[in-house]
């Protein structure tokens, strides 16, 4: 478990890992981590990829596996966040 010293956000990621694991998926996506830290701090996809200025649609596109995230983009994400970047690259 990553500690990152937000206990709300802690226990959403602990829910999100136990709904996929609970649907038999034990690796969540780069959009599923990223889709429940932005829910964890009540912003849009959208205004994280406008503050972090990131292309518009990228993170989106991670959703079907269309692309997958450079680590550029996971530095950004992690260092917004206060999580270490191993957070985007461990399978939980």
């Known amino acids: 478990m990553i ?8 226990q959403n990621l602990i829910n999100v890992k136990n709904y996929f694991e609970k649907r038999g998926d034990k690796f969540l996506s780069y959009y599923d981590k990223v889709k ?25 596109r991670w959703k079907n596996k269309n692309s997958t995230p450079s680590i550029q983009v996971l530095k950004k994400i992690s260092e917004y966040f206060k999580l270490p970047l191993s957070y985007f690259l461990e399978d939980e």
């Open 36 to 60: 429940t830290l932005c829910e964890s701090e009540g912003i849009s996809i959208f205004r994280l990829e406008s503050e972090l200025e990131i292309g518009n649609g990228t993170i989106g």
């Open 3 to 10: 500690v990152c010293g937000n206990s709300i956000l802690e």
